[in-house]
């Protein structure tokens, strides 16, 4: 069945990059996406990549693709402590409207 | 801007409680989900629903229920509130399959059920 992957926990210094990574298993998925949750709050879509690119930039956040690996990561440049968040990975499934989401990794930022 | 309300955003209730949670949209989006979120689970599928009085089961639909009678609301039922239900519950919406699938959620609602 479809499983979408995560470390659960990142610590990363202030001005520092983040790197978040994610494993999937459905190599017929068209979208991948990442979303941001802050404390308290429901999840917000960060970025998304369509699974014919390899690598999608936008201001701080770099998305890398690799399909052969089924490996989806996020780069998060100058991380700041308002990024302190959980990220998720999620997979759109073909042919439904659903979306599989991984674990969550829990980004904390230290001055 | 696309939003989605939930009802509730804190809730305690007793063991064996009929439980009702609301969710409603106001982008005339086609399809509803329901989530619950516990910690290292990630989000798991409860129920999900594509149109008016349509409804499918996720992952994880074992003692609750949901109900559509209107596009915009979404509703889940715990019949009997048990302890293990403890969770947060998240609600989305998207619009159908030709768009790129992306959901947009409600703030939660943190069920504590004792």
């Known amino acids: 069945g479809e499983d979408v992957e995560q470390s659960l926990f990142l610590s990363v210094r202030e001005g520092d990059s983040s790197v978040i990574n994610c494993t999937y298993t459905?190599?017929?998925?068209?979208?991948l996406y990442w979303y941001k949750q802050e404390p308290g709050a429901g999840l917000q879509l960060l970025t998304y990549i369509f699974s014919n690119m390899d690598m999608k930039q936008d201001q701080r956040l770099t998305v890398l693709l690799n399909k052969k690996d089924k490996h989806l990561s996020l780069r998060i440049a100058d991380t700041q402590t308002g990024d302190s968040a959980i990220y998720f990975c999620a997979e759109s499934i073909r042919s439904t409207d659903k979306l599989i989401f991984g674990t969550g990794t829990r980004l904390q930022v230290f001055p | 801007d696309v939003k989605v309300t939930q009802s509730s955003r804190y809730l305690v209730k007793r063991t064996g409680e009929k439980v009702f949670l609301e969710c409603v949209q106001d982008m005339d989006h086609e399809n509803m989900f329901w989530y619950r979120q516990d910690p290292g689970l990630g989000l798991r599928l409860i129920y999900f629903?594509?149109?008016?009085?349509?409804?499918e089961k996720g992952d994880i639909p074992e003692g609750y229920s949901v109900s559509r009678e209107k596009k915009e609301r979404f509703s889940l039922i715990l019949e009997s509130a048990s302890t293990n239900q403890t969770s947060m519950y998240l609600c989305?919406?998207?619009?159908?399959?030709?768009?790129?699938?992306?959901?947009?959620f409600g703030p939660g609602t943190r069920l504590t059920v004792t």
């Open positions: 459905d190599s017929s998925s068209t979208y």
């Open positions: 989305a919406s998207s619009l159908d399959s030709a768009s790129s699938y992306e959901q947009y």
């Open positions: 629903s594509y149109d008016v009085k349509m409804k």
